[in-house]
């Protein structure tokens, strides 16, 4: 493995130009003037944009005239949460569902600040943002409150505690890529504070932050800091669900929950430090919130029957119509409603539930907008390409190694992301997508970057020396072959959480795609790759 800068490091790591669309509210500029007057259209634009502020304003105020609830949740305001709750967005809206509900939150430990910080679970897990944070809400909350708002903590939600907290600069990765600070002790541990021999060294190359050097920070004063994004706590049945009785990307049986026994998905946090609802909490509320005590037993349940009772999808396109509409079956409703864990080359496809929009019925057509009709054929045209569209895929840790398949291994997006109703991976286990190691990693001069060198057997992709922002499951697990692995990430809710990968590379979701056709030259046309924003811009 090359150091940065190399001749080969930069031709694996050279950046092809990027294409952004401009105007996400329209389909395709140049197909749509084809079929619509450029009055025309740009009229229906206008006027789209005009229903999209007035739902705005609809969710801030009544039509009696009586102040709604800010989209942002407060810790201990004391809101009830209703059975299902529509946020706009830029595509569309999201909606959020909690089964039993309305649920008073007054008192709930999910909704008050347990902490010292001021913070809640709430905080950092807002409805509006498919239960995860947008980059844009916290822009939002510095705007409107200022670095003295929870969420600006010193602990995480700064770049790191030692900067001074009123300077927004000091918030930059929050602010801008959506990211925490997430400290891990060195040499490694366990959940349960056991020490782990990891088989390599670190070294701290680069400290933008200051985190990984200054006094009492980094690999020699026994912590390492990187940076991830929140995920979402919600549809929390499917992250559960098991495929499998052993771990394929491993090659060993899964470990079993400590509490009762069963086998665990690994899919509830980045790097699989917690293996269970309660571990996670442990972790999050001593962290995050900073809480003096651990949570009670009592409080544990409270929060896990909420978080097994919340779903969210997103309900409406950004032409203002349903999503499970003419067939379709989009929307949160359907996820409360199927059995998780089913492997969708072998059951239900993954997102079929856009199938019926690949055949129009004409008599429906017809009481649509071109844009319209346009826009549902591309969703459908993008669950096709998603499933079928095939590519090699190779020098991936967790997907070409240990399972016998091969390097490289011809698959599609499913092969990963193959779970029905959800698109999570159904195969426990991390995988290695490039997204925060040299050389398949974008240039981030915003994060730190570390130096591994592994001790016995080098990594069968990226060498003996290894460089990333982000070393992922190897602080859990403490082998070389695990750096750079990182949990598969949900797809549901998109649109309203960006940015995206764990590490916030994509701050779009065309940044999404832009990524894989560069990390594996898979070849999809213009037409395939708005078709594949369209459909993700849905789920």
């Known amino acids: 493995m090359e150091a940065p800068g190399g001749r080969k490091w930069k031709r694996l790591h050279r950046q092809p130009e990027l294409c952004y669309p401009q105007d996400f509210t329209g389909f395709n500029r140049v197909r749509m003037s084809s079929q619509l007057p450029f009055t025309a259209l740009k009229f229906r634009r206008l006027a789209l944009f005009g229903a999209m502020a007035m739902a705005g304003a609809a969710v801030a105020v009544s039509a009696a005239g009586t102040a709604k609830p800010d989209r942002w949740w407060k810790p201990g305001e004391g809101r009830v949460f209703p059975g299902q709750i529509d946020y706009p967005n830029e595509q569309g809206s999201l909606r959020t569902i909690v089964v039993g509900a309305p649920l008073k939150t007054k008192g709930h430990p999910f909704f008050e600040p347990v902490g010292s910080n001021g913070r809640a679970c709430v905080t950092c897990h807002q409805p509006a943002d498919a239960m995860s944070l947008s980059a844009s809400s916290a822009q939002r909350q510095w705007e409107t409150v200022g670095p003295n708002d929870p969420l600006f903590a010193a602990i995480d939600g700064s770049n790191c505690p030692n900067l001074p907290q009123d300077k927004r600069e000091s918030h930059s990765l929050l ?10 002790p060195w040499p490694v541990k366990q959940y349960n504070g056991d020490p782990v021999t990891p088989d390599f060294t670190i070294e701290v190359v680069r400290d933008p932050t200051g985190c990984n050097s200054g006094p009492g920070r980094g690999p020699q004063a026994g912590n390492i800091s990187v940076y991830r994004r929140p995920r979402p706590v919600a549809n929390m049945k499917y992250l559960l669900a098991t495929g499998f009785p052993f771990d394929p990307k491993q090659g060993y049986a899964l470990p079993l929950d400590p509490d009762d026994g069963k086998p665990q998905s690994g899919n509830i946090m980045s790097d699989n430090r917690a293996g269970n609802l309660r571990i996670q909490m442990e972790d999050a509320s001593s962290s995050h919130l900073q809480i003096a005590q651990r949570l009670t037993p009592a409080q544990i349940r409270q929060v896990q029957d909420f978080e ?9 396109d950004r032409n203002g119509l349903a999503l499970n509409e003419l067939g379709a079956e989009g929307g949160p409703a359907k996820l409360r409603d ?3 864990g089913a492997l969708g080359s072998i059951g239900k496809p993954v997102w079929s539930e856009f199938a019926a929009w690949e055949k129009i019925a004409p008599a429906d057509a017809a009481k649509m907008t071109p844009e319209q009709l346009a826009f549902r054929q591309s969703v459908a045209r993008g669950a096709r390409v998603f499933r079928d569209k095939t590519f090699l895929i190779f020098d991936s840790a967790g997907i070409t190694t240990q399972m016998g398949f091969g390097n490289p291994v011809r698959n599609s997006c499913v092969f990963c992301h193959n779970m ?12 290695d997508l490039g997204t925060t190691t040299l050389p398949f990693a974008d240039p981030r001069a915003d994060l730190p970057m570390f130096r591994i060198t592994c001790l016995k057997a080098p990594h069968p992709y990226y060498g003996r020396v290894i460089y990333t922002y982000d070393p992922g499951f190897a602080l859990t697990s403490g082998k070389c072959a695990d750096v750079g692995k990182i949990t598969l990430q949900s797809l549901r809710g998109l649109s309203a959480r960006a940015p995206y990968f764990s590490s916030g590379l994509a701050k779009d979701l065309r940044g999404i795609v832009d990524y894989y056709e560069r990390r594996y030259s898979i070849g999809y046309t213009e037409q395939e790759k708005q078709d594949l924003v369209n459909l993700m811009s849905v789920l």
């Not at 602010?175 to 891990?184: A, K, V």
């Not at 097994?308 to 409406?316: C, E, K, P, S």
């Not at 029905?420 to 995988?431: C, E, F, I, T």
């Open 338 to 340: 199927s059995q998780p």
């Open 420 to 431: 029905s109703q959800m698109g999570n991976d159904v195969a426990p286990g991390q995988v």
């Open 308 to 316: 097994m009772r919340v779903y969210t999808a997103q309900q409406a």
């Open 175 to 184: 602010l801008e890529r959506g990211l925490f600070r997430i400290q891990r």
